[in-house]
């Protein structure tokens, strides 16, 4: 009778897979043993894989070279980092290996392109695409870049936002306009609360832009919250878009570029099935359609992938500390962290990732609850993306058990607030590199240490 942990992994998923595998009872993840990072590093622990982050990059950009050829597209391909599914610096270096254009949330990442370009990763040609409700410091940094002779766009949020560049612009500027979506039926809203209504759009253009020699509207943007998906809804939002960017290419000449945002999809489970070619050459097929029957040029496609680029990059390590029996079916696991810390997202929106044993993949099995260090009563793990339920090896005396949850690299350290003050001050773990040589050999560096009762005080005034 199979009952030992591998035996379930192996009889519920094809397995091994693409970055995954075990030897003697102990995970690999890209071929690193994870056991040997933990024994360097000890737990819990953030690690980010960099060459995971090229790996998607030029994925993305393969998939829209071979859906454009096949179409016969005669429209670019950019690629934007979005930069707030993860701001560090070693994120962003690997990004700009790989050519792609960057876009930003706040006048702070501004001033993180102004160290970058100081350095001499960035230069003047680069797209920076601008998104987001704008204060004044934001638009004084756009324009600040723009009069510098930056290659940025603004995408207008908001009617309003026009009047401040029109005042403090020195030189043309190229702008952009975000078309407000209409949100998932099932959502508290009926319409983003982002952008310009689609009846607004062109009226906006024809009434407060046109003729004004200081603006090319070069953009329209626009971008659906559950992602990029093959459904009814995502093709209907697609599709009004286009119409949309028809309509306002006929009374706007200098418009080239339309840009479909982020929202592919990341693997958060074993099972995680996604045809990434089939929604590429879809959605350029469909633009080449809808332009060529209003007999419009088909337009340059900009996307602003995020946790793509970022996410699958990620993994969080944990030590299971002890179990509790709270009664005659519960079973805790308790881990050396916190999860409303150091995942929020399992927290905020129950997303899953996953989650796997690092080692004792020979022993038996049993479900389990997951539980976080702090006292809230939500700070618990116990459902899988592919299953409502958790199951980790049986803990053995005298036996550390650990356990990893991949994918964690996008937004997690930011929604927690990475070196800041958190839930019953869980410090912030230790924070490792992996990156490979000349030799395609991996190596680990420390980005951080764990964070220290000092720093927490010194924030907390004391």
Known sequence: MKVHYEDLIKQTFEFPQEGFRVEEGELYWHD???????????????LTYLPKISDQIQ???IMFKVAMAKADYKGSYSYCYCTKSSHFNFVMEEVLKNDAHVETSSHYDM???RELYAKGLIDKS?????????????????????????????????????????????????????IASEE???????????????KDIVPFYQYKIKGNR??????????????IRDSVYYWSELSKCLTVYCELKKVCPELDSLNIGGGLPIKNSLAFEFDYEYIVNEIVDQI?????????????????????????????LYSVLDSKMQNDTEIWYMIDSSFITTLPDTWGLKQRFILLAINNWEKQYQRVNLGGLTCDSLDYYNAEAHIGQVFLPKLQPGEPLYLGFFHTGAYQESLGGYGGIQHCLIPAPKHVIIDKDENGEYYTKL???????KSMLKILGY
């Open 111 to 113: 001033e993180i392109l």
């Open 32 to 46: 690193i043993p994870m056991m040997e990072v933990i024994k360097q590093y000890g737990t819990p622990l953030k």
């Open 59 to 61: 994925r993305a950009k």
């Open 184 to 198: 998932e039926p099932n959502f508290e809203f009926y319409t983003s609360r982002l952008g310009i209504r689609y």
């Open 447 to 453: 980005f951080s240490k764990e964070q220290s009762y």
């Open 288 to 316: 080449k359609i809808f332009c060529n029957k209003n007999g419009v040029e088909e337009p340059n496609i900009f996307t602003e992938f995020g946790s793509f680029t970022v996410g699958e990059s990620g993994v969080s």
């Open 214 to 227: 200081k603006f090319q509207v070069k953009m329209l943007h626009f971008f659906i919250n559950t992602g």
């Open 126 to 178: 680069k797209f920076i695409v601008c998104n987001g409700f704008k204060r004044e410091a934001y638009m004084q940094q756009i324009v600040k870049f723009s009069n510098d002779g930056f290659n940025i766009i603004p995408i207008l949020d908001n009617t309003n936002e026009l009047s401040y560049y029109d005042k403090h612009a020195k030189h043309p500027m190229k702008i952009g306009l975000r």
